[in-house]
């Protein structure tokens, strides 16, 4: 996992561009600490930059920018190609191989590319990747990434320069960089606690959409990503062609599918381990790795002193049955009030799903024993983890047919009733599956009066400060999947539809930005076999009522934890990483949120209406409401322009 940048444009000397292309890269340099390196072609205006986090061939042989053998391509890297030494045969067996200077998957890439062309190899392609490609014969540049967007790639256009990178910060180490915030991106945030691509926090630089490949000159300004794989399609076909296996079958498909997915994902030349919280996709993870394994698996994981969102004691009881060598850390409010000012810097622009925090430090955590860690992040959007999943599609339908004064009123009582006094009932609800009652209960009844169909319940729950337009001041809504209903992929039952549209959206945009942002900050890679591209095929073909099997979600990966795990151990409402944000901010964040949500200061600053916000964080104090999540994004975009002017 490595870090990329560079620039495309004209007039400027090598030198210029050599030093352009260095402080690009060297902000960068937490995602690459071991190597650096620059190439520049002055008369054709291009320069990329490098730098290089060493995995896979340690040696100067995987050094970059690195050169095609025919000297045409120009590559700078960022991933891991999960399936290059199978690739590698294939070449030799026709042939076409070059006189491989080491065993990098780098150098894999650019002898596919130069057999097979771009196209073709991104179709060959199993891994986790983003690239700058450049064609020295055309002299056109080539940018693509992996399939479900799990390594990012920014670029845009600033004046005369085309500038890219693997994070903002490089774009803005460019002096052609002068884009100011994008406010209908900042009213996205505030939608869904982090910026969607195609968008970013600044005006006119994009995120490159998972799946997709852009080809950029100097006279081709405005051209557009083409998609070379298509997760919506690929729901949409697995559901119209599901598997004819029966359940047993699928379990053992699945299980030799996840197996290949862990033993390809453990090739590494540095120490690696796995990601533990304790739940069914990390442990299956870590179960398959243990069983690959000759030695205990490096497991960590972190717990917290509030108990009702600690799993700690879950993951070190697995990890004593799987026989992981385990490490575990406790968290608590001053552990992540010392978190709190360095998340504008880790996470680039303004980003706000509140497990960043616990995120941040088992990403740390593992970093000081392995170089590599293996998660289990995809399992709930790919086997039907969430809740909402099962629940839904009936609880919308039954709201859709009460009348909306009746839905308000609903919604009113449901406020009403103290978070303490719904957790009263947290058995009733753990037997569904279902924890932290009382926050979720006025989740819902804050968004119940604006439910008409299935698809509002969905866009209600996956959203915040909806029911507050104009707060940011000059937004307006710009194109984005959640609200294009017409675009989201044609699947006939709901849970099958939320599904897909969290995969194209929640997954990419939210859950790997966190996992990426938080594991490259202190230089370790991480990697999901869920999302494996033969798993993901596989699971979309699983009929939806296989996976949703006995009201719990995630079916056919229980049956295969089963070989390895007892259900006792696993049998509890789902949690994740989750942190007590609504009583942090009552108590050590107290402080630190008042000053940044300040009615004068937001006056002054001049991108929010102080109005529903000082409402909102007043309720919050009081315990009317709970709305840390809502808030929190308001205080991530704080606490990114107060990073930005420093």
């Known amino acids: 996992m490595c ?119 991104l179709r060959r392609c199993v891994g986790m990747f983003a690239f700058a490609l450049w064609d020295r014969e055309n002299r ?68 490159l959409p998972p799946g997709t490949a852009l080809r950029v000159s100097r006279s081709e300004r405005d051209a557009a990503p083409v998609p070379y794989w298509s997760l919506a399609e690929v729901a949409e076909i697995g559901v119209a062609s599901p598997t004819p296996l029966d359940g047993d079958g699928v379990i ?20 690696i381990g796995s990601l533990l919280s304790g739940g069914i996709d990390s442990t299956l993870v870590t179960a398959l790795m243990q069983a690959n394994s000759f030695r205990p698996v490096k497991t960590f994981t972190v717990g917290f002193e509030q108990a009702d969102y600690d799993e700690a004691h879950h993951a070190a009881a697995i990890a004593r049955h799987l026989g992981t060598e385990h490490t575990e850390l406790r968290l608590a409010g001053d552990d992540a009030l010392a978190l709190v000012p360095r998340l504008a810097e880790v996470y680039d622009e303004p980003f706000a799903d509140s497990s960043q925090l616990p995120t941040m430090l088992v990403m740390s955590l593992a970093r000081s024993q392995v170089t590599v860690a293996l998660s289990g992040d995809g399992g709930d959007e790919f086997f039907g983890g969430y809740n909402r999943y099962i629940f839904g599609p009936n609880l919308g339908r039954r709201l859709a047919r009460i009348p909306g004064p009746v839905r308000r009123v609903m919604g009113r009582v449901m406020r009403g009733v103290p978070v303490s006094t719904w957790d009263r009932f947290e058995g009733a609800f753990a037997k569904r599956g279902i924890s932290l009652p009382g926050v979720k209960m006025h989740k819902l009844g804050q968004r119940i009066a604006g439910i008409n169909s299935i698809d509002d319940l969905y866009a209600a729950l996956v959203s915040e400060w909806a029911h507050e337009p104009g707060v940011v001041i000059g937004a307006k809504t710009v194109p984005n999947l959640l609200d294009d209903r017409s675009a989201w992929p044609a699947l006939e039952d709901p849970a099958a539809r939320m599904m897909a549209v969290d995969a194209l959206t929640y997954l990419p945009d939210d859950i790997l930005t966190k996992v990426d942002r938080a594991a490259m900050a202190v230089s370790l890679e991480t990697r999901a076999p869920f999302l494996d591209r033969d798993v993901v095929e596989f699971a979309w073909r699983i009929p939806l009522d296989m996976k949703l ?13 089963d070989r390895y795990v007892p259900a006792p151990l696993l049998d509890r409402p789902k949690m994740g990483f989750g942190v007590p944000l609504d009583d942090w901010l009552r108590g050590p964040l107290r402080e630190w949120a008042g000053d940044l949500l300040s009615a004068d200061r937001l006056r002054r600053e001049g991108y929010f209406d102080p109005a529903p916000i000082t409402r909102t964080w007043h309720a919050h104090l009081r315990g009317a409401q709970q709305a840390g999540h809502a808030l929190w994004s308001v205080l991530a975009f704080q606490a990114w322009l107060e990073g930005q002017r420093s």
């Not at 699945?254 to 120490?271: C, I, K, N, S």
């Not at 099997?549 to 934890?561: D, E, I, N, S, Y």
């Open 3 to 121: 870090g990329l940048a560079g620039s495309l444009g004209s007039g400027v000397e090598a030198t210029e561009l050599r030093a352009h292309a260095s402080a690009m890269a060297d902000a960068l340099t937490h995602r690459g600490p071991d190597d650096a390196g620059l190439w520049v072609d002055a008369d054709a205006g291009i320069a990329l930059g490098h730098r290089r986090l060493s995995i896979i061939d340690l040696s100067a042989a995987g050094h970059q920018p690195m050169h095609s053998a025919s000297g045409r391509w120009a590559l700078v890297y960022n991933g891991e190609m999960y399936n290059h030494l199978a690739l590698r045969s294939v070449l030799e067996a026709r042939y076409a191989q070059p006189a491989w200077r080491g065993h990098s998957d780098t150098e894999t890439l650019l002898a596919a590319i130069e057999a097979w062309g771009l196209e073709e190899t």
């Open 252 to 271: 053992n498909e699945l299980h030799e599918l996840l197996g290949t997915a862990v033993r390809r994902q453990m090739l590494a030349d540095v120490p």
């Open 140 to 207: 056109v540049l080539h940018l693509a990434r992996d399939r479900l967007g799990e390594k990012p790639l920014y670029y845009g256009w600033q004046g005369g320069t085309f500038l890219f990178g693997s994070e903002l910060k490089a774009l803005r180490a460019h002096p052609a960089f002068q884009s100011g915030v994008d406010r209908d991106a900042l009213a996205l945030l505030l939608r869904g606690n982090c910026v969607p691509a195609p968008y970013s926090i600044h005006q006119g630089v994009r995120k």
């Open 549 to 561: 099997g006995g009201g719990k979600g995630k079916w056919p990966l229980r049956r295969v934890l």
